[in-house]
């Protein structure tokens, strides 16, 4: 255990974590930092898709923390936290070790939440982590393999049936996903692509309903019906039970089955166990149990403590629980972490909504930019692509995954061409959406000069 008396500690390295001591590190805080998380690797979860489809490397979408703090001065942690002590400024992890802390950033995120929906913890499969993604992966692999060799026709087709439960975002970018490949890898076993079934259950009538991405509805319908196979979406249903083989739901006053080896769970969150267990009276926690923090991300009782991301709200703010929102309130705590070590004035933190990216299919996407304009198909997946890729932490991973992606998909025509002027605006115009195009072609561009000044020296 360490005793430093002005020690800062953030649980968590995930967008509010990680990001927070990204930018401690550049803005030279004066303090020690040390970064703890259950896990080696950051993992970039709006990629997380397409490190499942194996259209991008772990390297890109999961980096290790020792990679990625490098040099940082930041202590990096694996271990899992047990609790925190508030009163004595003590967290506690499952090795054993415990860390006293001057400040403390929450940054824990949530869980995933089955409502207590019978079977559903046990037979489901999430979709949260790599290691979701490495064992679904394996799940269909084997599903794939045994429907080749099975006869009867109903049992392979419960093997080649996947259900998504949830229509939210992650539901439908799953079931999209799921829908091009799997007739993909199907077909190159010699199966017959169109015998594979996804089925997206949804409890209310419309998938998106209520979610930041709700203007995207109806390109998100329309998508969802252009893939490999299209998805069939069971709309008005709730799932009751989940079996070894089948997904119970009811539709009215109406049980009904549908066969299928493979049940994936984007239903919903529920919050942190550590975060559910602090000693807070219920009237600082929301109605989810998420800690309700002032304007400047501290906890009204303990101002010592900064939570943000998906286990924190912010008094008199709705800012939806995503990446982009933890992405911004990690530079708020970072500021104000650092005002208080120089005994300078705190801010509130200030967060916008810049828009919303979907991914809807291997190359398809839908894009809200602005609230002002919709894109959908391959020009908003190439948005999606060169935003998270300019997202993507530390400039240096940035650099080596973006240039990557700049050869392979955004620019390749352009590369050869030696004027930089022309090859701006054609990549603006291949990325084709205005404003939202310059600006990430710019981004990219300087990259690529610091890459060409990189590769000199
Ligand atoms: C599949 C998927 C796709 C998504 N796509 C998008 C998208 O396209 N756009 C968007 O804006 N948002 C998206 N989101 C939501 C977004 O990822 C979250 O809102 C965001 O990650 C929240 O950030 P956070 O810092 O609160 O938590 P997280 O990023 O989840 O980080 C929490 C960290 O805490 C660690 N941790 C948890 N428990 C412990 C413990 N006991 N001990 C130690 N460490 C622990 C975890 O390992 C993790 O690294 C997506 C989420 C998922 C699951």
């Given at each position: 255990?360490?005793?430093?008396?002005?020690?800062?500690?953030?649980?968590?390295?995930?967008?509010?974590?990680?990001?927070?001591?990204?930018?401690?590190?550049?803005?030279?805080?004066?303090?020690?930092v040390?970064?703890?998380?259950?896990?080696?690797?950051?993992?970039?979860?709006?990629?997380?898709?397409?490190?499942?489809?194996?259209?991008?490397?772990?390297?890109?979408?999961?980096?290790?923390?020792?990679?990625?703090?490098?040099?940082?001065?930041?202590?990096?942690?694996?271990?899992?936290?047990?609790?925190?002590?508030?009163?004595?400024?003590?967290?506690?992890?499952?090795?054993?070790?415990?860390?006293?802390?001057?400040?403390?950033?929450?940054?824990?995120?949530?869980?995933?939440?089955?409502?207590?929906?019978?079977?559903?913890?046990?037979?489901?499969?999430?979709?949260?982590?790599?290691q979701?993604?490495?064992?679904?992966?394996?799940?269909?692999?084997d599903?794939?393999?045994?429907?080749?060799?099975?006869?009867?026709?109903?049992?392979?087709?419960?093997?080649?049936?996947?259900?998504?439960?949830?229509?939210?975002?992650?539901?439908?970018?799953?079931?999209?996903?799921?829908?091009?490949?799997?007739?993909?890898?199907?077909?190159?076993?010699?199966?017959?692509?169109?015998?594979?079934r996804?089925?997206?259950?949804?409890?209310?009538?419309?998938?998106?309903?209520?979610?930041?991405?709700?203007?995207l509805?109806?390109?998100?319908?329309?998508?969802?019906?252009?893939?490999?196979?299209?998805?069939?979406?069971?709309?008005?249903?709730?799932?009751?039970?989940?079996?070894?083989?089948?997904?119970?739901?009811?539709r009215?006053?109406?049980?009904?089955?549908?066969?299928?080896?493979?049940?994936?769970?984007?239903?919903?969150?529920?919050?942190?166990?550590?975060?559910?267990?602090?000693?807070?009276?219920?009237?600082?926690?929301?109605?989810?149990?998420?800690?309700q923090?002032?304007?400047?991300?501290?906890?009204?009782?303990?101002?010592?403590?900064?939570?943000?991301?998906?286990?924190?709200?912010?008094?008199?703010?709705s800012?939806?629980?995503?990446?982009?929102?933890?992405?911004?309130?990690?530079?708020?705590?970072?500021?104000?972490?650092?005002?208080?070590?120089?005994?300078?004035?705190?801010?509130?933190?200030?967060?916008?909504?810049?828009?919303?990216?979907?991914?809807?299919?291997?190359?398809?996407?839908?894009?809200?930019?602005?609230?002002?304009?919709?894109?959908?198909?391959?020009?908003?997946?190439?948005i999606?692509q060169?935003?998270?890729?300019?997202?993507?932490p530390?400039?240096?991973?940035?650099?080596?995954?973006?240039?990557?992606?700049?050869?392979?998909?955004?620019?390749?025509?352009?590369?050869?061409?030696?004027?930089?002027?022309?090859?701006?605006?054609?990549?603006?115009?291949?990325?084709?959406?205005?404003v939202?195009?310059?600006?990430?072609?710019?981004?990219?561009l300087?990259?690529?000069?610091?890459?060409?000044?990189?590769?000199?020296?």
């Open positions: 255990m360490s005793n430093s008396v002005y020690q800062t500690v953030i649980l968590g390295g995930g967008f509010t974590g990680l990001f927070t001591a990204l930018h401690l590190a550049h803005s030279h805080y004066p303090r020690s040390i970064l703890i998380d259950q896990n080696d690797r950051f993992c970039f979860k709006p990629l997380l898709y397409e490190y499942f489809s194996g259209q991008m490397e772990a390297p890109q979408v999961i980096p290790r923390f020792s990679e990625l703090l490098c040099d940082s001065g930041i202590i990096f942690v694996q271990d899992t936290v047990e609790a925190v002590d508030l009163q004595n400024q003590k967290v506690n992890l499952v090795s054993g070790n415990s860390y006293q802390y001057s400040n403390l950033v929450l940054a824990l995120g949530s869980v995933t939440g089955y409502f207590g929906t019978e079977g559903a913890q046990v037979h489901t499969l999430p979709f949260r982590t790599q979701d993604a490495i064992a679904i992966d394996r799940h269909l692999r599903c794939l393999q045994r429907a080749l060799q099975i006869a009867d026709p109903q049992q392979r087709l419960q093997l080649l049936t996947v259900a998504v439960v949830g229509g939210g975002p992650s539901g439908v970018e799953m079931a999209a996903t799921l829908a091009d490949f799997l007739p993909h890898w199907y077909r190159a076993l010699r199966g017959n692509p169109q015998e594979i996804v089925v997206l259950l949804n409890h209310g009538q419309e998938i998106l309903k209520g979610d930041i991405n709700d203007p509805r109806s390109i998100a319908e329309t998508q969802l019906q252009k893939r490999a196979v299209p998805v069939e979406i069971l709309a008005g249903v709730e799932v009751t039970a989940v079996r070894p083989h089948a997904v119970e739901y009811q009215g006053d109406r049980t009904e089955t549908l066969p299928t080896a493979t049940t994936i769970w984007t239903a919903g969150t529920a919050t942190h166990p550590v975060i559910k267990d602090l000693a807070i009276p219920p009237d600082r926690k929301d109605k989810h149990g998420r800690l923090v002032t304007k400047t991300l501290q906890l009204p009782d303990f101002p010592e403590v900064f939570a943000g991301g998906d286990c924190a709200v912010v008094a008199g703010s800012f939806p629980p995503t990446a982009q929102v933890a992405y911004q309130q990690a530079a708020t705590i970072a500021r104000n972490l650092k005002a208080i070590a120089l005994g300078g004035e705190l801010q509130p933190v200030e967060v916008n909504i810049r828009g919303t990216l979907l991914k809807l299919g291997l190359n398809s996407a839908a894009a809200n930019l602005f609230n002002t304009l919709e894109l959908e198909g391959e020009t908003a997946h190439l999606r060169a935003t998270y890729l300019t997202l993507l530390t400039p240096i991973h940035d650099l080596k995954a973006t240039a990557q992606w700049l050869r392979e998909e955004i620019f390749q025509q352009y590369l050869h061409n030696q004027n930089v002027g022309k090859k701006v605006v054609q990549a603006a115009e291949v990325v084709g959406a205005g939202v195009g310059l600006l990430v072609a710019r981004r990219l300087k990259m690529l000069g610091d890459d060409d000044k990189n590769q000199k020296t």
